[in-house]
């Protein structure tokens, strides 16, 4: 399994533009987090999905921010219009359905470094 | 107050140590309980479940205090590749994605 894969792994951008994350979640898991880190505020869960539907949004930062899960197989998060304070780690995780053995258990994808100037 | 909260740290220890982590959690309901490890600039990866029996692996050793909502875990002859944030993880039963972090402690063990 190639686990959980992000893209794009580093991003640099200026204010105002609009920055879109991706994440393919492990096959077969139930659900995919979008986690946000930086030394400030820690790990910070921002939304998560359930079988693709938003469960939770309520650690979107504000307007700026969206996450669509089309697909068991792929998720975006999107900042539009960025700002150099969204600067941060982005952290795409994936778990298994909490009625099924190894729940709860989250494996993250290595992350999307973002930096707002 | 913090839904989890960790020993702030840093830890500084030299090699063949023992050092014990705690955290505390606020929230009652809670039912799954985990340590994660991050290296630098790497995502956070499961260190191991906490469970209610305390449980042990290896050099590692993590238990459970639901009555004074605290986990910890213990590290025995610290190696130097154990130099990482280790990260306490909460979760509720009722609410299966509402995984909880805490702020991590660091430890760097020195030669």
């Known amino acids: 399994d190639a686990g959980v894969i992000q893209s794009p792994r580093h991003e640099v951008t200026e204010m105002g533009q609009e920055v879109t994350l991706r994440c393919k979640p492990i096959?077969?898991?139930?659900?995919l987090f979008w986690y946000r880190q930086t030394m400030m505020r820690g790990l910070e869960l921002l939304i998560y999905?359930?079988?693709?539907?938003?469960?939770?949004d309520s650690g979107m930062p504000e307007d700026r921010f969206s996450a669509k899960m089309p697909n068991a197989s792929f998720s975006t998060l999107k900042i539009q219009p960025s700002e150099p304070r969204d600067s941060a780690v982005y952290f795409c995780?994936?778990?298994?359905?909490?009625?099924?053995?190894?729940?709860?258990?989250?494996?993250f994808g290595a992350g999307s470094r973002l930096t707002v100037l | 107050r913090k839904e989890v909260e960790q020993d702030p740290g840093p830890f500084n220890v030299p090699e063949g140590a023992t050092v014990a982590f705690n955290c505390t959690y606020s929230n009652s309901a809670s039912q799954s309980f985990f340590w994660y490890r991050q290296d630098c600039r790497k995502e956070p990866k499961l260190l191991m479940s906490?469970?209610?029996s305390g449980n042990e692996d290896g050099r590692f050793t993590a238990q459970l205090n639901r009555a004074s909502q605290y986990i910890s875990l213990l590290i025995r002859d610290s190696k130097l590749s154990d130099s990482a944030t280790y990260l306490c993880v909460v979760t509720p039963n009722t609410n299966a994605g509402k995984s909880t972090f805490g702020d991590g402690t660091t430890l760097t063990v020195k030669p």
């Open positions: 995780a994936s778990s298994l359905s909490r009625y099924r053995s190894g729940a709860n258990v989250l494996t």
């Open positions: 999905f359930n079988n693709n539907v938003p469960i939770d």
């Open positions: 096959s077969g898991h139930d659900y």
């Open positions: 906490v469970y209610s």
